[in-house]
């Protein structure tokens, strides 16, 4: 059975740090890409970014670029997302989510984890 | 970039009606698309990829059509289980803009 379960979200400052992880298990990890989508409250899904099976390639929204870094750990079966300078707009449901089928960063999933909530606030 | 309009946003109907769903892109896409369903506090949950491939355990009352820009999401009979929120998504190339803004399907 495919699990994937976020961890380290929480309340933070405007200006403040996270460092988000999603440990996966029941498929071949390292053979896919995977994603972070994150919803804010009341809205819809936002792609955020995408790291190959390798970890070799890595895409990011305009809206993080710069601040946020995604990583994986094939060893551990491990996906994060370290988010940096955060703002009040990063606060958000944030979803790692495999990648069934890529195009480039583009990616659609079948597997998504429950979520880990962000809370940017001062 | 490629931007993803879904209409309507909000689509109130009751069960055993037939609904249906539009997703445009705005540049072609090829058949690159896929559907999902979300519920409040859940993750989505894939229905359909490759614009009409169903998903293994997802009901034969939903299909997908389209290919280029315009695409389709269709519910035949609604069921009380289907009222929920609805997202398109691209995955023909790498853009920023790959989901839709989503549709609400409510009880009438």
């Known amino acids: 059975e495919v699990q994937m379960l976020e961890s380290g979200g929480g309340l933070v400052q405007p200006g403040g740090s996270l460092r988000l992880s999603c440990a996966a298990s029941?498929?071949?990890?390292?053979?896919?890409?995977m994603s972070w989508v994150r919803q804010a409250p009341g809205k819809g899904l936002e792609w955020v970014s995408t790291?190959?099976?390798?970890?070799?390639?890595?895409y990011y929204a305009d809206s993080v670029k710069g601040r946020f870094n995604i990583s994986r750990d094939n060893s551990k079966n491990t996906l994060y997302l370290q988010m940096n300078f955060l703002r009040a707009e990063d606060t958000a449901v944030y979803y790692c989510?495999?990648?069934?089928?890529?195009?480039?960063?583009?990616?659609?999933?079948?597997?998504w984890g429950q979520g880990t909530l962000v809370s940017v606030s001062s | 970039d490629i931007q993803m309009t879904q209409s309507p946003s909000t689509l109130s109907a009751s069960v055993g009606d037939r609904v249906t769903i539009t997703c445009r892109a705005s540049?072609?896409?090829?058949?690159?698309l896929a559907w999902y369903q979300q519920k409040p506090g859940k993750a989505p949950k894939l229905l359909i990829s490759?614009?009409?491939s169903l998903e293994s355990g997802v009901p034969s009352r939903f299909s997908g059509s389209g290919s280029g820009t315009e695409f389709t999401l269709t519910i035949s009979s609604l069921q009380p289980d289907d009222f929920a929120t609805y997202y398109c998504?691209?995955?023909?190339?790498?853009?920023?803009?790959?989901f839709g803004q989503g549709t609400k399907l409510e009880i009438k």
């Open positions: 989510a495999n990648g069934r089928a890529c195009s480039g960063g583009s990616c659609y999933s079948d597997y």
């Open positions: 029941g498929f071949t990890f390292s053979s896919y890409a």
């Open positions: 790291i190959s099976g390798s970890g070799g390639s890595t």
């Open positions: 540049q072609s896409i090829s058949s690159w």
């Open positions: 490759k614009a009409s």
């Open positions: 998504q691209q995955y023909n190339t790498y853009s920023p803009g790959s």
